[in-house]
């Protein structure tokens, strides 16, 4: 269980993520927290945003949709889950920031959406490390060639990239998930594509959001650890934990 009550816990969140940042020689200021409020209804959202959480994540597109105007504040709005093509048109307006770019058939309705209203699309680029059949994402080796291929897609622009770390039990196992992400991101920023700009590693939840701030995360997502467990069905078809 989950002690506390929200004030109390997104103070040990943030002090959790003070002390890995310290330890890592990096700000706790550099690092955004999204709470991830799937599940959680609007009223309890205001709340957090009193608390002072500006950023907020969601998994999916429809309940983003009836949740922000819900809230009626001006927080920034994360779209953190799978991204199916016929969506995208909510994006634009919507959402701040896109962590799941991971195919081209998805880039191309990105840029349509884009175009229509006018507008740039901000995105991270998810990338499976583990290899997980269940989990979206673009295989490492594929991650800068996905990179090259965004190009005539000018209404995308790339801001870093994005993991899910595979759940277990022990947080330490899944640091070398989290550094494999970091030493991509250098990579692609070495290549010097145009739109392409390595500022964001989300990377991080509620069981191992302290491995990924030491490993260089400065986004993370945190769900459970904010907002206690909720009964919903995550990608995985399980239900969090702490
Ligand atoms: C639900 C979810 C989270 C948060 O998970 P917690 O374990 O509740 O912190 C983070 N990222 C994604 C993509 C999610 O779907």
Redesign the pocket.
Known sequence: MTPGNLQERIALVRSRIAEAASRAGRNAGDVTVVA?T?GVDAARIREAWALRLEDF?E?RVQEARIKAPEVGIDARWHM??HLQTNKVKYVPGLFSLVHSLDRIDLAREMQKAGDRAGVSIAALVQVNISGELTKSGVPPCEVISLMHALRPYDRIVVRGLMT?APACDDPEETRPVFSRLHEIAGQVGQEGIDRVEMKYLSMG???DFVVAVQEGANMV?????IFGPRNYG??AGKV?RL
């Open positions: 991830v799937k994540g998994n953190i889950g899910i939840m509620s069981q997502r945190i769900g459970t650890a995550d990608a969090s």
